[in-house]
């Protein structure tokens, strides 16, 4: 499986983007997608999760501004970002699982394929 992610960018405080991440490649069954960021200076984290296409969960520092969706004709997953915080600022990789248990949807080794990563720069 490859990944394939897209629409980072430089936005101010309060702005919008939508990320994008597609899926080639042995795609079938239930698989889940999720986002991660990592900031500078700073471990990867969780950000959101699309568990089986069925559910969708976020890490609290995200709630209510994010929203992750999945097109299964497309094999590919959003973000939508608005709402736009400094704090925000990351590189944002989207992951891949097949086999994704819901205990470990927040777990980065959950996840056996990633994407390059996408810039996101949120200015004050």
């Known amino acids: 499986v490859q990944l394939q992610a897209s629409g980072g960018g430089l936005v101010q405080a309060g702005g919008s983007l939508r990320l994008s991440c597609t899926a080639s490649g042995d795609t079938s069954g239930s698989y889940s997608m999720a986002w991660f960021r990592q900031a500078p200076g700073k471990e990867r984290e969780f950000v959101s999760a699309?568990?089986?296409?069925?559910?969708?969960y976020y890490a609290d520092s995200v709630k209510g501004r994010f929203t992750i969706s999945k097109d299964n004709a497309k094999n590919t997953v959003y973000l939508q970002m608005n709402s736009l915080k400094p704090e925000d600022t990351a590189v944002y990789y989207c992951?891949?699982?097949?086999?994704?248990?819901?205990?470990?949807?927040?777990?980065?080794?959950?996840?056996?394929?990633w994407g390059q990563g996408t810039e996101v720069t949120v200015s004050s």
């Open positions: 992951a891949y699982s097949a086999r994704l248990i819901l205990s470990s949807l927040r777990l980065e080794n959950a996840y056996y394929y």
């Open positions: 699309s568990f089986r296409g069925t559910h969708t």
